[in-house]
């Protein structure tokens, strides 16, 4: 009988990236892929070890999918990603449900991992993190049609002290501009019309292998793709964002006009216990640069609240800085204590019941921002991604250019026949505090 098997990830889009990839592998194997786990022989958990949630939810969905050897028909439980890279022996000597392991660096070796757990072994391959995105590999995209990411780096050389990456990924290293353009090509021959462009630091892309900075060149070059409508651009480090950059997303009409740019703090003194680039002063001036080129543009951000040292007074200055700087998008973390990461080792930690006070009272001056700053589209038309229909209202619901799928705001609507992944003009009528709703315009 062919084993079936189900791929769960958990984790960011760099993670789905990977699952996509040992899909491919294991169909190109010959075993069956499934949607259900209760169907599945085989169970594959690709985890994420980012952050103590993440960690949590990571050990949970693991004995969530063991107990189907009791209540299912699961003969082997493998577990990769972030995790196992970081903490291969503690899982095999703490869950013995897990049947096999395979690291960030490894997971090519998916369908080895397979065959030996099925034959009773418990193998583990966890080596250097570091993964040649380069070479051909098969690739099942799980993504809806029109839409996939495309990892352009991997690994991080910044060593900021909160983080974990460069333990479970490795040092920074870019794919060959080569390897992703034929991946875009054949994306939009499958009708991929959205890439979003991936990394854990894109604006440092091509330094290690070009000896300069080639962000400008890759995103004009994959716009070039035929069928490629959008290029949409994540994890865009302040310290390496050059004129050249800025002037690339000005003009090209294909690039979106959303910058996901992760500044992590407000405050001097946190960003230089954080060791990140720059200070205050140089973000926003590069943000009023950004705004003066691009009138239009969508900034998203991420902040961490609660670094070890930020006292009542840090936060209350960063509140002040999300509510003068009106950020389109924001997401807001609590900082985690990572061991093997300096910012562990450093003086005044933060109550967790603080922490958490502060998540929820940033978002809340970032939800009244989002409101006003979702009022100036209204009369407005803008071009819509569309992406599902509602029967029961009778409306199509999608994104803008300015919204990354699953993080961001939706539009709904009405008075529109579309397809799905068709772009659609629409006059924005109405503006809530994360969505917008206006009629098609035909």
Known sequence: MTERVKVVT???????????????????????????????????????????????????????????????????????????????????????????????GDFHHINDIVDEALRGKKPIKVGNPVFDYSQELPRMVTTPRYAAYVKIAEGCDNACTFCSIPIMRGNFRSRTIESILAEVELLASQGVKEVSLIAQDSTNYGTDLYDRFMLPELLNRVSEVNGIVWVRLHYAYPGFFSDELIETIANNPKICKYIDMPLQHSEDTILKRMRRPGRQRDTRELIAKIRAAIPDVALRTSLIVGFPGE????????????????????????????????????????????????????????????????????????DVLVERYDGRSDVYIGRSMYDAPEIDGEVFISNCHAEIGSIQKVRVTHAYEFDLSGEGIA
Not at 31 to 37: F, G, I
Not at 88 to 104: A, R, Y
């Open 10 to 104: 958990l984790g960011c889009e760099k993670n789905l990236v990977d699952s996509e990839i040992m899909s491919g592998l294991i169909h190109e194997r010959g075993y069956r892929l499934v949607e259900e786990a209760d169907d599945a022989t085989v169970i594959i958990v690709n985890t994420c070890g980012f952050i103590d949630a993440a960690k949590e939810e990571s050990v949970n969905t693991i004995l969530d999918m063991a107990d189907l050897k009791e209540t299912g028909r699961l003969k082997a439980l493998i577990v990769s990603g972030c995790l196992t890279q970081r903490y291969k022996q503690q899982l095999m000597e703490e869950m013995p449900e897990i049947d096999g392991i395979v690291g960030t």
């Open 311 to 382: 006292t009542e007074e840090d936060f209350g200055k960063l509140c002040e800085f999300v509510k003068e700087m009106k950020f389109d998008r924001l997401g807001v973390f609590a900082y985690s204590s990572e061991e093997d990461t300096p910012a562990v080792r450093l003086p005044h930690h933060v109550p967790d019941e603080v922490r958490e006070w502060r998540v929820n009272t940033l978002m809340e001056v970032q939800r009244l921002v989002s409101r006003d700053n979702n009022s100036k589209y209204i009369g407005k038309e803008i």
